[in-house]
């Protein structure tokens, strides 16, 4: 199983963009990255997920090097709200069970 | 929009007595997962049921632990005999097929074992 390495934490103001950085020396060929955000006493929520160059969604951008070994988590102008823990994983897809392993996490912290 | 639901959201227990933690996954999702985070961790995976079957229990301790998923719908986690270790989150999530990296989170049950 691949293994993802993170800051603990980050530190923003409102209104700044945050990009997360996440290390996976060992990707596999079939693995995706896959990013989930968790507030506290609450369960981890999917944000994004991509394989490789650059996925946008409404909340967030993935961007994945063409030798896909790290990938970044970018947050556009962030709010309050998004003070969370951050979790990179790498898994394959479809593969008939899950592969994806939880680190620690980065611990964003938004202040006004 | 449909959510994993998890009961109770709060449990004080002693040590050697039992708990359970039950499980409701969303309609149509046919693999379920029971993860265990402790405080300042990331979530661990203990078990993942494909239907009503386990596709993996490696990191269960079974010797205490036990899950089901009878009719491959809602769950059931059981802890006999609680420790003081045990203390800590316990999630549900489910996702629509084995594998897919997408899965949908319950809000946990807190676990607090005296």
């Known amino acids: 199983l691949a293994k993802t390495t993170q800051p603990i934490s980050m530190d923003s103001y409102e209104g700044q963009e945050v990009n997360i950085t996440c290390s996976h020396n060992n990707i596999a060929t079939n693995d995706y990255i896959t990013w989930y955000q968790q507030f506290p006493s609450q369960g981890p929520r999917f944000i994004i997920q991509g394989y490789k160059t650059k996925v946008t969604n409404e909340v967030a951008s993935l961007f994945i090097p063409a030798d896909r070994k790290s990938s970044t988590l970018s947050l556009p102008r962030v709010s309050l709200s998004d003070t969370a823990v951050y979790y990179c994983?790498?898994?394959?897809?479809?593969?008939?069970?899950?592969?994806?392993?939880f680190g620690k996490g980065t611990m964003l912290l938004v202040s006004p | 929009e449909a959510e994993v639901a998890q009961s109770p959201r709060y449990k004080i227990t002693e040590k050697s007595q039992a708990v359970a933690f039950w499980c409701d996954p969303i309609?149509?999702?046919?693999?379920l997962y029971w993860y265990r985070q402790i405080l300042g961790q990331g979530p661990e995976l203990l078990v993942q049921f494909q239907d009503e079957s386990v596709v993996d229990d490696s990191q269960l301790p079974k010797d205490r632990f036990s899950a089901e998923r009878l009719k491959g719908v809602d769950s059931t986690l059981k802890i006999q005999p609680a420790e003081l270790g045990d203390s800590a989150m316990y999630l549900c999530?489910?996702?629509?097929?084995?594998?897919?990296?997408?899965?949908?989170f319950g809000p946990g049950t807190r676990l607090t074992v005296l």
């Open positions: 999530a489910s996702s629509f097929r084995a594998g897919d990296n997408e899965q949908f």
């Open positions: 309609s149509g999702h046919a693999t």
């Open positions: 994983l790498v898994g394959a897809l479809n593969s008939g069970y899950s592969t994806l392993t």
